[in-house]
């Protein structure tokens, strides 16, 4: 990838309870800030209310059926925000074709609704984004990888005919796995965090498991030989993205020793080439899962040569909670919101696991034109 034309992140939103912005997403994962409550319906197999990590709802959606509109509301927020945050390089984006990947639970989940596609093309028909086209990408926690890897495949295809003008990409992802059918699946599946579950000593809380979130996120990408041609800095670079498949199943009695998550790192990092900077931050998906526990210290052992002294783990999910459909773009979001306030060269890898055998990374790169506040400053200036 490194002999293609750059391909720059020009801007990126993301929302979620504790996080409703970038930047208050970008304080939270710092602070380590999680906003949970008792689910107001459900209760898991010993009566006691799930905790899950949602918005407030004064219309009681969460307790009804699965509703496609909060998906869509959610979708919207995103949507607005990664507006606003392209609006230094709007007038240059008013003629170029946009395409959009939007990123969907699997139909076959429990709790997605089944008119989700169409309620989601909806929500995202604005004046402002008159989509030149739209792909729908469906599959678990790393389809948000394979979303952008298609996007970057396109981008880059697209750079190599001449006279064209580039066209600015959006990748966006949500989820909204908080109704009390998606509980009571991931109950079933022992997967629901504190959940309690009978013993013959008694109920006992599950220490492990997920605690079910809801969020949307996005990312805005185009291609140009230098970022001096843009409006305003972009918050970074993508220098290489990968998919791989897992051979071990996470219902098997094997542990996972993250054979395909590993692939895929090291094929994101060697798209980078020559090139690839120090990579002093790693995104992971850790969601309070034995399985995903496993995938990624076997996963960090072998990536470690490639991880300068003193590199920083951000688990994303301990303050969102577990965004399913929508984590690895959040992810993402997160990760160029931090490269963004860099000002020196430094690359991050983004690992994405899933409860399919799908995996993704993406190895990204400050452009270098951060401010040296500090990041607790930045985040709310």
């Known amino acids: ?7 720059w992140l020009l801007a990126a939103s993301c ?20 906003l949970t409550r008792r689910h107001p319906s459900y209760r898991d197999r010993a009566g006691v209310p799930a905790q899950v990590s ?6 009681g959606r969460i307790e009804g059926s699965p509703d496609a509109h909060r998906w869509g509301w959610l979708a919207r927020h995103a949507l607005a925000q990664l507006t606003t945050a392209l609006a230094p390089h709007w007038e240059s984006l008013l003629h170029r074709p946009r395409w959009l990947w939007l990123v969907l639970p699997d139909e076959h989940r429990p709790g997605v609704p089944a008119d989700l596609p169409g309620a989601l093309r909806q929500a995202m028909t604005q004046d402002l984004w008159p989509w030149s086209k739209v792909h729908v990408v469906r599959g678990g926690h790393a389809a948000g990888l394979l ?16 006279g064209a003008a580039p066209p600015l990409a959006v990748v966006l992802a949500t989820d909204a796995a908080t109704d009390a059918e998606s509980l009571a699946w991931l109950d079933a599946q022992n997967l629901l965090h504190g959940a309690y579950v ?32 843009f409006g305003a800095p972009p ?44 990579i002093g931050l790693l995104f992971s998906d850790l969601n309070g899962e034995p399985y995903r526990a496993d995938e990624f210290g076997f996963t960090a052992l072998r990536l470690g040569p490639d991880l300068r002294d003193g590199w920083q783990r951000k688990t994303p999910a301990i303050v969102s ?30 690992l994405s696991s899933s409860d399919d055998s799908l995996r993704g990374a993406a190895l990204l790169a400050s452009a270098g034109a951060g401010s040296n506040l500090p990041m607790e400053v930045q985040a709310w200036r």
Not at 1 to 7: I, R
Not at 322 to 349: E, F, I, P, R
């Open 321 to 350: 909670g577990d965004l399913h459909g929508a984590s690895g773009v959040a992810n993402l979001a997160m990760a160029a919101y931090q490269l963004s306030k860099l000002a020196t060269g430094q690359g991050c890898l983004v």
């Open 15 to 34: 929302c979620f309870p504790s996080g409703p912005t970038i930047a208050l997403a970008d304080a939270a994962l710092r602070a380590q800030l999680r």
């Open 198 to 229: 009978h013993r013959p000593a008694g109920p006992r809380a599950l220490a492990h498991g997920r605690v079910p979130g809801e969020g949307a996120a996005a990312l805005a990408l185009m291609t140009a030989p230098e970022p001096s041609g």
């Open 54 to 59: 949602s918005f407030p709802d004064p219309e």
């Open 147 to 162: 979303a952008l890897e298609q996007a970057r495949n396109a981008l880059r295809e697209a750079s190599k005919t001449s």
């Open 1 to 7: 990838m490194s002999t293609d034309m750059p391909l």
């Open 235 to 278: 918050w970074a670079r993508l220098l290489g993205c990968s998919t791989a498949l897992e051979p071990t199943d996470r219902h098997g009695g094997r542990p996972c020793v993250g054979a395909g998550l590993s692939g895929a790192a090291r094929n994101a990092m060697a798209q980078a080439g020559s090139s690839r900077p120090p």
